[in-house]
């Protein structure tokens, strides 16, 4: 069983001026036997930082690091049975491609030269590269590159893949192949994988579940699903999904959540969520606001289409609530392709109350 624990994961870096950047900070995350775990966050937040210390290329300052429930803090990176796939790829440019994938093998294994001939056949077959063995790097396309690259880590048979954005330096049509495959491979073989991108799309597709770092914190750990229904703050709600969720600051009074274009009331379960808090902010994803022609209800408001963003099979609306505002403030809300919509256009969003996030205005915690 490789299951993988980060307990209280630290990382502090000392600058030469003494100056401390706490790169990680205190990470708890269990990653199960098999499991697709996604690390995802913006850059800078410490997913390199965090999976670099799993590799054992990175000291670990405090927490401890469990592989099938023994300690690693110390152990060399080549004893710690993980093979780390790189966004540059890192292949020998001065080797063949069956070079670069036996090496590892002929370096730290005493596997016998014919079984390692076999299994670096195989993995390449795997892999679709198999009449690319005698090729160097610099004759191959980055696609082919990156299959080396995973080829490479499927040989060694590791207990755990390590994977830092290692899609990002391909074509966005490539990259969505790749994803697919990548994860086919990862369900045939089994391995626990962590799996680096600063991409929410990769994220929410390619993990079983997504570990999401800010500023060297754990947001949220769980399913993609949870984490775009459920999202635990405010700082997940707007980085999970695309386009992002529109949020407006809102005050409570009485039973209604006052903005400065509208006055949104709420039902007495809301109320109770919201508890004695009285500054929120309202969360509402653009594909969960309907539009309509009239306004008949009290969460329907009357606005105008300020742009139109078509994105093929969608229209993305910048609404707003004032269109004679120099400079509107707008929120978006998205409609499928077909419909004709034009800027200058009224139209009326529901902001129906069951899709509706609302956050603590001072500690972005989700309250509903
Ligand atoms: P990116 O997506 O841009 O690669 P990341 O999420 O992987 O970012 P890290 O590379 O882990 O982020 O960096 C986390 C923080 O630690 C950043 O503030 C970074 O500047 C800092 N950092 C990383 N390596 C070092 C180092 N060797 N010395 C000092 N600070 C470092």
């Excluded at 294994?109 to 056949?121: F, L, N, S, W």
């Excluded at 005698?134 to 080396?148: A, H, I, M, T």
């Excluded at 990862?186 to 994220?203: K, M, N, R, S």
């Amino acid at each position: 069983m490789a299951e993988l624990e980060l307990d209280g994961i630290t990382k502090v870096f000392v600058e030469d001026d003494g100056n401390e950047i706490v790169a990680v900070d205190d990470v708890d995350v269990t990653v199960a036997d098999g499991e697709f775990l996604v690390l995802v966050g913006p850059s800078g937040c410490g997913k390199s930082t965090t999976l670099r210390m799993v590799a054992g290329l990175e000291s670990i300052t405090s927490g401890e690091l469990r592989l099938a429930g023994e300690r690693i803090n110390e152990r060399k990176p080549a004893d710690r049975n993980t093979a780390m796939v790189f966004q540059s790829y890192a292949l020998y440019p001065h080797m063949t491609v069956k070079q670069n994938m036996s090496f590892g093998l002929e370096e730290s294994t005493d596997m016998p030269d014919d079984e390692i001939a076999k299994t670096v056949t195989e993995a390449a077959e795997m892999m679709g590269i198999g009449d690319l063995l005698d090729r160097k790097p610099g004759e191959l396309s980055g696609g082919q590159q990156q299959r080396v690259a995973l080829g490479r880590a499927i040989v060694r048979d590791p207990e755990v893949f390590l994977m830092d954005e290692p899609l990002s330096n391909l074509d966005a049509k490539l990259r969505s192949k790749m994803r697919t495959e990548l994860q086919r491979l990862q369900d045939d073989l089994g391995v626990t994988t962590v799996y680096v991108t600063h991409d929410q799309t990769e994220a929410m597709t390619m993990g079983d579940r997504i570990a999401i770092l800010d500023d060297g914190e754990l947001q949220q750990v769980g399913t993609p699903l949870e984490c775009y229904h459920r999202p635990a703050n405010r700082f997940v709600a707007d980085f999970i999904g695309d386009p992002s969720m529109n949020f407006f600051d809102v005050e409570v009074q009485g039973d209604r959540l006052l903005a400065d274009e509208f006055a949104y009331p709420v039902s007495s379960e809301t109320l109770s969520a919201v508890d004695d808090r009285t500054e929120l902010t309202l969360g509402i994803r653009p594909e969960d606001i309907e539009l309509r022609t009239e306004a008949t209800g009290a969460h329907d408001f009357e606005t105008v289409v300020d742009v139109v963003e078509p994105t093929g099979d969608e229209n993305n609306l910048y609404l707003t609530f004032d269109p004679d505002a120099a400079e509107p403030e707008t929120f978006i809300a998205t409609t499928g392709g077909m419909n004709r919509v034009e800027a200058g256009q009224p139209m009326v969003a529901h902001i129906p109350e069951d899709a509706i996030h609302l956050f603590d205005a001072a500690t972005g915690e989700a309250v509903k």
